[in-house]
């Protein structure tokens, strides 16, 4: 389908971005790579009477290293967050959850915010944000605002950010030295959302075979918004990562799954699948820490 005839602008900055959206007001979408918003567009299910583009804000892309975070500008691609050598080297998490988004040509198009903003619980870097402990810096024409990951993520399509707000960077602690992590995703094909997936972040005391000194876990969707795991997380910390101690953090995790049955699968058979993607990741994000 076509999707219903909008208004394009194209600000040059973000100061302009934000007086547009203020003064257009709801009936304004931000634009940023299109591959969620174009695709709802043409469905009809989206039909804003404008279009602000982000893409000409050269100050909402890049990736840059300070104060112990690195931080991503909201307009920075899949393909750039997965060729970047400083997120190779202080955030290796961020790098394997992007390479299973989509395929190349949504990688090239689609952004680290738009992913964030569309408040999609089938999208791949809420649960990666929450795992990484990220922040994310709104600006609207109050200023500018600095909030957690947790508590960003409010519901189906649903976050945070008011409606005359940018998203404009991401804030991700760099991880401990020492740490592991891992996304595990299952995913019927190629170009498919997850059926489930989590993402983990560990540290051990005394390597892979050591204990659990800190664990981040975060699933995604197998409930209105990426989740955090935290009952999961709390029960890991001490422990060895054996059989038991798997059984009882995947266990705890599919307790707080609640999907919805679709073509990937019914509520069952999806929060058995995120259990075994929690137990997974946590294995090969041991494997990592040294
Ligand atoms: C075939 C296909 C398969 C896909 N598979 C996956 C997948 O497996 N995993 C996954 O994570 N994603 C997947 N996606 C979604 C893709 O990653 C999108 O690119 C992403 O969800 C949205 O990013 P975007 O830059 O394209 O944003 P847009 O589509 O341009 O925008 C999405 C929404 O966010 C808002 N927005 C965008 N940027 C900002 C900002 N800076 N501040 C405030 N609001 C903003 C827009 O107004 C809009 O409401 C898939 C998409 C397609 C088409």
């Given at each position: ?12 900055s973000l100061a302009d971005a934000v007086k547009l959206l203020s ?113 994310f810096v709104l600006s609207g024409p109050k200023g500018e605002r ?112 609640a999907p919805m049955e679709d073509q990937r699968g019914d509520a ?23």
């Open positions: 389908m076509i999707p219903a005839g909008f208004e394009y602008h194209a600000p040059r003064s257009l007001g709801p009936e304004a979408k931000l634009l940023a790579g299109g591959h969620s918003l174009l695709p709802m567009m043409k469905l009809r299910f989206a039909a804003p009477a404008h279009l602000v583009d982000l893409g000409r804000i050269a100050a909402l892309k890049g990736i840059s290293e300070a104060g112990g975070e690195v931080h991503i500008g909201a307009m920075t691609t899949e393909q750039e967050i997965l060729r970047s050598p400083l997120l190779a080297s202080k955030v290796p998490l961020l790098v394997e959850g992007a390479g299973w988004i989509s395929d190349p040509q949504v990688r090239a198009r689609g952004t680290i915010g738009g992913d964030i903003a569309h408040g999609d619980p089938g999208n791949d870097h809420p649960a990666l944000m929450l795992a990484l402990g990220a922040s600095v909030v957690k990951a947790e508590g960003f993520f409010k519901g189906l399509y649903d976050t945070a950010l008011a409606p005359d707000e940018v998203l404009t960077q991401i804030r991700i602690p760099i991880p401990p030295a020492g740490s592991g992590g891992s996304y595990c995703k299952l995913k019927r094909k190629t170009g498919d959302f997850a059926t489930a997936a989590a993402a983990v972040l560990l540290q051990m005391d005394g390597g892979p075979k050591g204990k659990v000194a800190k664990a981040s876990i975060a699933l995604t969707n197998v409930a209105p918004t990426a989740l955090k795991a935290a009952a999961a997380e709390a029960a890991l910390v001490g422990k060895a990562l054996d059989e038991a101690a798997l059984g009882e953090a995947a266990r705890l995790a599919m307790g707080i799954c069952a058979y999806k929060t058995a699948m995120c259990g075994e993607m929690v137990r997974r990741a946590l294995q090969a994000a041991a494997a990592k820490c040294r």
